[in-house]
């Protein structure tokens, strides 16, 4: 849709409608030039722009009948339009007027994502559960850690989540072989997003052409809950590489994060080694946590909930060159291994931000230099005045409610358990 459609959608009389319209609009600048658009609009308050988000009430075209379904979409990815199937499971019992858990379940390379409600269909009904599991129209081959694939996988997931009433803080992933792969990736790359992560038969990757390496965001992933399967006699790489992601993620204070090591598989792994029923209905993201960390050094500035590394240091670098001297023909795949973490380490831009009870932010990090705060209209109501520590220095901040601020976080998340009203910038 043209940026003048983004704009008209300012012009009508129903501030819900207008919401509504600037959600579905499907390119992100688009949608960021409908939000501004509707922020400076007099008629609206602040106040009520808030009401309008809490009660956002989900699309149509979506099956509603209990059992499998399959529907062809189109999906906005990046800038292409993919005709795409999507494999939705919608369980017994289903309340379309009930907020539903909702797992998004990849496939392996060469498979359809009907595979996936066959594994998961007893948890579906167990939980109230929906599924949505796409068949990727360019998954023949492995997976190849592109924006694309991403794209595609968090195209899939905004779809369903504009059609079902899906609880925003109980949206789960899995994957399985090349689904692994990309369950971990997308995990990695947006952990704010999901309740837990399942991936089998996949990991995260240490290759740097390309902006592949994703193991030096491991620690991302130190507060999601993680159960990862994964067949014992498979690949010995992949093994070194899950080994040492899970070695991070305890070094990182992670709780609930478990690698199954399944003798006797290969490629394969027993599905029913863990209780999921019991596992995921345990599992609810919360919207507004009051400690964060978010390591990264992609070109795009990243997010984790309500905190945004928005500047990096020099050194920072999603690609660069590796050089190695004469011992490196000498060393073990793990000591390979541990030699690039060390080289991306030093490379990875890493924050952390604390919210103390008593209104104090403390913000530290490593290779940032900038980040931006959004905060809620009730942390903003108990909270009047803010302290900002960060190196050494206190800073006493009064953030005003900004309709922009929240529409702009609206039409790309929609998220109604987390409505940021102001945003406060920290210099590092």
């Known amino acids: 849709m043209s940026l003048l459609c983004a704009l008209a959608c300012a012009l009508a009389q129903d501030p819900a409608a207008d919401l509504a319209a600037a959600v579905d609009l499907a390119e992100p600048r688009a949608r960021r030039v409908a939000a501004l658009t509707l922020a400076l609009r007099k008629d609206v308050t602040f106040e009520q722009w808030l009401a309008t988000a809490r ?76 599924i949505c599991a796409p068949t990727d129209p360019q998954a023949q081959g492995g997976y190849a850690f592109t924006p694309r694939e991403r794209a595609a996988a968090l195209a899939a997931l905004r779809w369903a989540r504009r059609r079902y009433d899906v609880d925003e803080n109980r949206v789960h992933l899995a994957g399985s072989s090349r689904g692994g792969h990309l369950a971990w990736d997308l995990a990695l790359r947006a952990p704010d997003l999901w309740a837990s992560v399942s991936p089998r038969i996949g990991g995260p990757t240490i290759v740097v052409s390309g902006g592949r390496n994703n193991l030096r965001y491991v620690e991302n992933l130190a507060a999601v809950p993680i159960r990862d399967l994964q067949g014992a006699e498979d690949d010995a790489k992949l093994l070194v590489n899950l080994r040492l992601a899970f070695d991070r993620l305890r070094a990182a204070g992670a709780r609930d994060a478990q690698m199954l090591e399944q003798p006797g598989f290969g490629h394969a792994y027993d599905h029913g080694a863990v209780d999921w029923a019991e596992w995921l209905g345990g599992c609810v993201r919360e919207p507004f946590p009051a400690t964060l960390r978010i390591r990264c050094a992609e070109k795009d500035p990243a997010r984790i909930g309500w905190v945004r590394a928005a500047k990096y240091g020099k050194e920072v670098a999603e690609t660069f060159q590796i050089r190695v001297g004469a011992e490196w023909d000498s060393w073990d795949h793990a000591r390979q291994v541990r030699y690039i973490v060390e080289l991306a380490d030093a490379r990875t831009a890493e924050l952390r931000v604390e919210r103390a009870a008593d209104g104090i932010l403390r913000v530290s990090g490593a290779q940032v230099q900038r980040a931006l705060l959004t905060l809620p209209a009730e942390y903003l109501a108990a909270q009047p005045k803010i302290v900002v520590q960060s190196g050494g220095k206190e800073k006493r901040v009064q953030p005003r409610a900004s309709a922009r601020v929240l529409l702009e976080d609206f039409v790309e998340r929609f998220d109604r358990t987390f409505l940021p009203a102001a945003e406060v910038e920290v210099t590092l």
């Open 55 to 130: 009660v956002f009430a989900p699309g149509a075209g979506a099956p509603r009948s209990p059992g499998a379904h399959s529907v062809q979409v189109e999906l906005p990815v990046l800038d292409a339009v993919e005709m795409t199937t999507l494999h939705l499971y919608v369980p017994a019992g289903f309340d379309a007027a009930k907020p539903a858990p909702l797992l998004m379940a990849f496939h392996g390379a060469g498979g359809e994502g009907l595979t996936m409600l066959a594994e998961w269909r007893a948890t579906a009904d167990a939980l109230g559960m929906l």
